[in-house]
């Protein structure tokens, strides 16, 4: 059974940054699809980046430019960096390992606000 825990979530002033960690435990994530997703109040699950087994990237075009993800497969971990922070970026964020039909975190709250 893989167990995906997010931490890193917060309060931050906009212009703030913030780093997201998930850390998965029963699978290594080396071969898998990571990814973040997120959902904002009142709105459906969206995508905010993911990270392929060759470290390939893709973006949500909210987030092109101002966040990074990346993965460390030595700690079976994998990061979001948030730069920028914008009230809208606010939502629940997910991390997810193998795409739509993958395993899922509880999610960690990021808000937005000053």
């Known amino acids: 059974q893989v167990q995906l825990v997010e931490s890193g979530g917060g309060l931050v002033q906009p212009g703030g940054s913030l780093r997201l960690a998930c850390v998965a435990s029963g699978r290594s994530i080396t071969i898998h699809l990571m990814g973040w997703y997120r959902q904002p109040p009142g709105k459906q699950r969206e995508l905010v980046a993911t990270v392929n087994s060759r470290n390939s990237t893709n973006y949500g075009d909210s987030v092109e430019g101002r966040f990074t993800i990346s993965r460390d497969n030595a700690k079976n971990t994998v990061y979001l960096q948030m730069n920028s922070l914008k009230p809208e970026d606010t939502a629940v964020y997910y991390c997810?390992?193998?795409?739509?039909?993958?395993?899922w975190g509880q999610g960690t709250q990021v808000t937005v606000s000053s």
């Open positions: 997810n390992l193998g795409g739509s039909r993958g395993d």
